[in-house]
């Protein structure tokens, strides 16, 4: 298998003087829907589709949750999930007020398996 992908022209905005240059993109062929999950799961296990589908819905409901409480949520051979925060930073502890929190990300730490399937990727030009 190989990540398609395609040629853009941008210019850096921070320096419009400069000449554009030409950055991949990836082509994305398609996205992958529960229902795809759920066929492709039921192909492999001893689990039907309709009960993975009701598992995996039930999974992306009950995740929120568990991450807007500040949690890491760990996924197995998938990777975790965890919240980062992004706040501006005061000299003093006592000044610091929650108020300078500026976002409230979910990052995906991908796990060793992932990592090694994602190096052996091949590129192919669209």
């Known amino acids: 298998m190989a990540i398609k992908f395609k040629l ?3 210019k850096n905005p921070s ?7 030409h950055y991949a993109s990836i082509v994305r062929p398609e996205k992958i829907t ?20 009701t598992a ?4 992306a409901k009950i995740i929120p949750e ?9 996924l197995g051979d998938l990777g975790r999930l965890q919240v980062n ?3 501006s930073g005061v000299e003093n502890e ?17 796990s060793v398996q992932v990592k090694k399937a ?7 030009k669209d």
């Not at 320096?15 to 240059?21: G, R």
């Not at 995996?56 to 999974?59: A, E, I, R």
């Open 8 to 10: 853009i022209t941008r």
């Open 15 to 21: 320096k419009p003087e400069q000449a554009p240059k």
């Open 34 to 53: 529960i229902d795809e999950l759920s066929r492709r799961v039921a192909e492999i296990s001893p689990v039907n589709e309709l009960d993975t589908q």
């Open 56 to 59: 995996l819905l039930s999974l």
């Open 66 to 74: 568990y991450l807007a409480n500040g949690a890491t949520v760990e």
């Open 85 to 87: 925060l992004s706040s």
């Open 94 to 110: 006592e000044d610091f007020r929650k108020e300078l929190i500026k976002s409230c990300n979910v990052r995906f730490q991908p």
């Open 118 to 124: 994602m190096k052996n990727v091949d590129y192919k």
